[in-house]
């Protein structure tokens, strides 16, 4: 099984702000990484597919970048409703998820 | 427009099994395979398995091997995740999720493992 581990656990930033949320995992996945933003009583939502592909909808301030074993989720300027926790997950083989970050309000 | 529709929430005991619905519709069913995946309360998403949809081949997570069945009935667009031996930490939200890219989901169906 390949395992992903996510850093940091939580951050803390302001609105306005940029955040970088890191994923690794135990073995390379190519490009086949996503990353969901999850927020409290809500189904996950696909923000970007395949490392660096942002889904249908989702706004600019939102990119991926990565490949093999280490990728990494920008958003650039925070606006209120990005605050939430993101996941990352592979589909190299299989699926498995990460165990999240949360960005909380500073 | 894409959607999945799961079935209400659940209460069950400790040894039953409980079995979840997900009705899709938006699209020609056959065409993508379904995932399931499920979150206990706090926890990290965990998947579950996969069933493809034309034919019915399935693929379960070892975790769930011994006690997951997913089914489809393509006449009505519908997968169906099935557990078995429920114990107290089967708490969780479960989801139905479209693949291959996880874009769109059921909104989970919240099954508790009580006595």
């Known amino acids: 099984e390949i395992v992903l581990t996510q850093s940091p656990a939580t951050l803390s930033l302001s609105p306005g702000e940029r955040a970088t949320l890191s994923c690794r995992a135990s073995q390379s996945l190519s490009s086949l990484l996503a990353w969901y933003q999850q927020k409290p009583g809500q189904a996950p939502r696909l923000l970007i597919y395949?490392?660096?592909n942002r889904a249908t909808g989702v706004p600019a301030r939102f990119s991926g970048s990565g490949s093999g074993t280490d990728f990494t989720l920008t958003i650039s300027s925070l606006e209120p409703e990005d605050f939430a926790v993101y996941y990352c997950?592979?589909?190299?083989?299989?699926?498995?998820f990460g165990p999240g970050t949360k960005v909380e309000i500073k | 427009q894409v959607q999945l529709v799961q079935s209400g929430a659940e209460v069950k005991k400790p040894g039953a099994s409980f079995k979840v619905s997900c009705k899709a519709s938006g699209y020609t069913f056959t065409t993508y395979p379904m995932h399931w995946v499920r979150q206990a309360p706090g926890q990290r998403l965990e998947w579950m398995g996969w069933?493809?949809?034309?034919?019915?081949?399935?693929k379960y997570s070892e975790k769930f091997q011994d006690r997951v069945t997913i089914t489809r009935d393509t006449s009505s667009s519908t997968s169906y995740m099935e557990l078995s031996g429920l114990r107290f930490e089967d708490t969780a939200i479960y989801y139905c999720?479209?693949?291959?890219?996880?874009?769109?989901w059921g909104q989970g169906t919240l099954v508790t493992v009580s006595s």
């Open positions: 997950q592979q589909r190299s083989n299989w699926w498995t």
């Open positions: 395949d490392a660096s």
């Open positions: 069933i493809n949809a034309d034919n019915g081949d399935t």
């Open positions: 999720t479209r693949a291959p890219r996880g874009e769109y």
